[in-house]
């Protein structure tokens, strides 16, 4: 059974920078992204990033330029550097590994808090 496991939140002022880590554990097959998410208090679940086996990345808009993805395939873990923190930023944020086998698939890790406020 593959686990995800996210740590890094905490509180920052406008501006300020985080760095998330996010550490999966079991046996994984085949290939596979790990992903950020966010869902502030009463809003939906948005993406934040994503980043591929081979390192490709993908970043939603009102992050792009101020967060980066990155990925240690030998310690198999991910990262998302937060810069130039907003206030909107301020979220549960996410860990998901997806897998295509057997079938496609989201691990989910239990969230961890980020809030920016002064």
Wanted: proline share 3%; hydrophobic share 35%; aromatic share 10%.
């Amino acid at each position: 059974q593959v686990q995800v496991v996210e740590s890094g939140g905490g509180l920052v002022q406008p501006g300020g920078s985080l760095r998330l880590s996010c550490e999966a554990s079991g046996s994984i097959s085949g290939l596979y992204l790990m992903a950020w998410y966010r869902r502030a208090p009463g809003l939906q679940r948005d993406f934040v990033a994503n980043i591929g086996s081979a390192g490709d990345t993908t970043y939603a808009d009102y992050v792009r330029g101020r967060f980066t993805i990155s990925r240690d395939n030998a310690k198999n873990t991910v990262d998302l550097q937060m810069n130039s923190l907003k206030p909107e930023d301020t979220a549960v944020y996410y860990c998901a590994l997806i897998t295509f086998e057997p079938t496609m698939n989201y691990i989910w890790g239990q969230g961890t808090q980020v809030t920016v406020t002064s």
